[in-house]
């Protein structure tokens, strides 16, 4: 059983900056596919970014402006996210694939955590 824990959401101003983190528990980290996930009030979850264990995907509208990397050493996976709009406010989910696919869609993530609120005010 994967354990995941979002940390390092918030409030902030458009145009700031924050690095969402979440660390993981339970099994060989370095072999997952890790996705982050954003959902917003009324609508479905969707894709934000992805990294395999070596390849990147990145959601159209948040590409160039967000970054994720992973430290398999500290089984983190990190999503640094620049020049936020308020269209970026969600609540952002980590989620762990076991199968090492690109991990674009939902359904191919086994574990998530609970999630963490990111706010950006106009």
């Known amino acids: 059983q994967v354990q995941l824990v979002e940390s390092g959401g918030g409030l902030v101003q458009a145009g700031g900056s924050l690095r969402l983190s979440c660390a993981a528990s339970?099994?060989?980290?370095?072999?997952?596919?890790m996705g982050w996930f954003r959902q917003a009030p009324g609508q479905e979850r969707e894709f934000v970014s992805s990294i395999t264990r070596g390849t990147t995907y990145y959601a159209a509208s948040v590409k160039g402006r967000f970054t994720i990397s992973r430290d398999n050493a500290k089984n983190t996976v990190y999503l640094q996210m620049n020049s936020l709009k308020p269209e970026d406010t969600a609540v952002y989910y980590c989620?762990?694939?076991?199968?090492?696919?690109?991990?674009?869609?939902?359904?191919?993530?086994?574990?998530w955590g609970p999630g963490t609120q990111v706010t950006v005010s106009s």
């Open positions: 989620a762990a694939n076991l199968i090492g696919t690109s991990g674009i869609r939902p359904n191919e993530y086994n574990f």
């Open positions: 339970g099994g060989p980290f370095s072999r997952y596919t």
